[in-house]
């Protein structure tokens, strides 16, 4: 018990969170109880939307004395992904309604996404996964170095301070370096981060020499979720893009087949796949939701009257709900909606019991991945003994 607790406070340290004597005790206490939600009450609650208040003044006084454009302030911020998750009754179809209760994807990853005000900007994204895949990325013959994000691994699948400072060096520098001078900017940027481990606030000692010219901004203790850009609905678009493509691959694979939801998991959808997805979906983020998420740190930097007319006629999430049953699945506008909000809900403890378990899991995995011979199929357990029983019998 001792270790998933201390799992779940790294947790929500890496997250940004703010963590009492008495948030914690509550959590152990829920633990035991089996109840895993924790509620942060009034006091709290408030002392945050006065922080929030004085910061946005604050940030417009910076912006205007540095001179600082839409196009050079930029937002980072990591979300967790499960990606094999789909909304809770999609599994029911006409084939397995008879079948026993479906549990849902407990597979995780990391993501960091950022971007600018303006929307024309956005940077690869750093993804951290607990494991690395060598099967998976050998059966599609690719080369991480090739992929739309910067990969790494580690256990828990968290962003690590060394993580982000090799991101922020060998993607975020180079690419806003890219941006501005492409666009005959002034070679200046800010970047606004929260306040998680991951990004120390000496970062900007991190940073290599060429890449000076980047100033980083922290937000204020528990005011994260009112005032953090990515916070306000681009993760929240980006998941419902996600599950959407998620949808149009599983309907394109099973179209005019008997394959169930569960074989389509199984046999047609891994992580490459998914990576693919990831940059689809972070691709089809607008430039009006990367704006408008900036309407409360800095509400003059969002021109409404630009984006007039350019609301799509068909929201996300009932393009979901209409793949989803052309699928022959019940799913409705609630059931996705679930799903994004089950997408940013804490770590429960069976999910810290997972996390846990992959510790113990993940270098054996990655020796075996390193050294396993080329082959065209992977021999079974039973084969193997009925090989060595020929064996024997010779």
């Given at each position: 018990m001792e270790k998933l607790l201390m799992l779940w406070v790294t947790e929500k340290q890496l997250q940004g969170g703010t963590l009492t004597q008495s948030i914690i005790c509550e959590k152990d206490l829920r633990k035991r109880t089996g109840i895993h939600s924790v509620v942060r009450h009034g006091e709290a609650a408030s002392l945050d939307v006065k922080a929030a208040e004085v910061y946005i003044k604050t940030f417009s006084e910076l912006i205007e004395a540095k001179g600082y454009i839409p196009q050079q302030v930029l937002n980072c911020d990591e979300t967790g992904?499960?990606?094999?998750?789909?909304?809770?009754?999609?599994?029911?179809?006409?084939?397995?309604?008879?079948?026993?209760?479906?549990k849902p994807m407990k597979d995780r990853l990391t993501l960091a996404l950022c971007a600018n005000v303006s929307g024309d900007c956005k940077i690869k994204p750093?993804?951290?996964?607990?494991?690395?895949?060598?099967?998976?990325?050998?059966?599609?013959?690719?080369?991480?170095?090739?992929?739309?994000?910067?990969?790494?691994?580690?256990?828990?699948?968290w962003v690590t301070r060394k993580f982000f400072v090799e991101w922020i060096n060998l993607v975020f520098g180079p690419s806003v370096k890219k941006y501005l001078q492409e666009n005959n900017l002034p070679m200046q940027a800010l970047l606004v981060l929260d306040n998680a481990p991951a990004h120390p606030p000496n970062l900007k000692d991190d940073l290599l020499e060429e890449f000076k010219f980047i100033k980083v901004l922290y937000l204020p203790p528990n005011t994260t979720p009112i005032l953090q850009p990515m916070d306000q609905q681009v993760i929240s678009n980006f998941k419902k893009l996600y599950t959407k493509h998620i949808f149009r691959r599983c309907f394109e694979v099973t179209?005019?087949?008997?394959?169930?939801?569960?074989?389509?998991?199984?046999?047609?959808?891994?992580?490459?796949?998914?990576?693919?997805?990831?940059?689809?979906?972070?691709?089809?983020?607008?430039?009006?939701?990367?704006?408008?998420?900036?309407?409360?740190?800095?509400?003059?930097?969002?021109?409404?009257?630009?984006?007039?007319?350019?609301?799509?006629?068909?929201?996300?999430?009932?393009?979901?709900?209409?793949?989803?049953?052309?699928?022959?699945?019940?799913?409705?506008?609630?059931?996705?909606?679930?799903?994004?909000?089950?997408?940013?809900?804490?770590?429960?403890?069976?999910?810290?019991?997972?996390?846990?378990?992959?510790?113990?899991?993940?270098?054996?995995?990655?020796?075996?991945?390193?050294?396993?011979p080329e082959m065209e199929e992977v021999i079974s357990t039973r084969d193997i003994k009925e090989i060595l029983e020929c064996g024997r019998k010779l």
């Open positions: 992904l499960f990606w094999k998750r789909m909304p809770s009754r999609t599994y029911i179809t006409a084939e397995e309604k008879t079948m026993p209760g479906h750093l993804l951290v996964y607990h494991s690395e895949n060598s099967r998976a990325f050998k059966s599609h013959k690719i080369l991480k170095e090739k992929l739309q994000v910067m990969w790494r691994t580690n256990p828990k699948a179209e005019n087949t008997n394959l169930t939801l569960r074989e389509f998991w199984k046999d047609h959808f891994d992580i490459v796949i998914c990576l693919r997805i990831i940059d689809q979906a972070w691709l089809g983020v607008t430039m009006r939701t990367l704006t408008s998420a900036w309407k409360k740190l800095w509400p003059e930097a969002v021109a409404e009257r630009a984006f007039k007319g350019l609301d799509p006629k068909v929201s996300v999430v009932e393009e979901n709900v209409s793949l989803g049953k052309s699928m022959g699945l019940e799913v409705d506008e609630r059931d996705v909606n679930e799903l994004i909000e089950e997408q940013s809900q804490e770590v429960t403890t069976e999910e810290l019991h997972d996390i846990h378990s992959q510790q113990h899991t993940v270098v054996q995995q990655k020796i075996s991945f390193e050294e396993e």
